[in-house]
């Protein structure tokens, strides 16, 4: 093998074990609603990167968490997008920041750590949205 086609192959071998590894780490979802207006507006696919361990967000961060969403008008279990806020005994608290169209810790109550999925880190659609935050 010449020595320019191992490099390219091993460039190859590299970004797909990137990407791999990547998606092992985080997971695609779609926002909602439009209780993060104007961060994230609702049908924005969302790259959200998990929480591994005794990873917490930081006051700010957009997160991503399960929640069973009956009190807020929606059947069963969904993934909800809010701003992080404080923790209050042990717990995450939330806000939209669209707050007359967000169903968050104030309707909801604070998360427990195993809610919480991971922090938002990029908009990959639409394309007029890409971006990271």
Do not use: T
């Not at 092992?24 to 609702?42: I, T, W």
């Not at 608290?93 to 990029?122: E, F, K, T, Y």
């Amino acid at each position: 093998m010449k020595p320019l086609q191992a490099l390219g192959m091993a460039l190859v071998v590299l970004l797909v074990a990137a990407i791999v590894i990547f998606f092992a780490f985080a997971e695609a979802y779609q926002v909602p609603g439009n209780s993060m207006s104007p961060s994230l507006k609702r049908g924005d696919r969302i790259l959200v990167a998990k929480f591994v361990g005794p990873i917490k967000p930081d006051r700010g961060d957009i997160v991503a968490y399960n929640v069973s969403a009956i009190r807020c008008g929606s059947p069963g279990a969904a993934v909800f997008v809010h701003r992080f806020v404080r923790r209050r005994s042990g717990r995450f608290v939330m806000r939209g920041d669209n707050r007359r169209q967000s169903c968050d810790s104030r309707v909801l109550g604070a998360m427990p750590r195993d809610a919480l999925i991971g922090q938002v880190v990029a908009v990959y659609w639409p394309p007029s949205r890409w971006g990271f935050r």
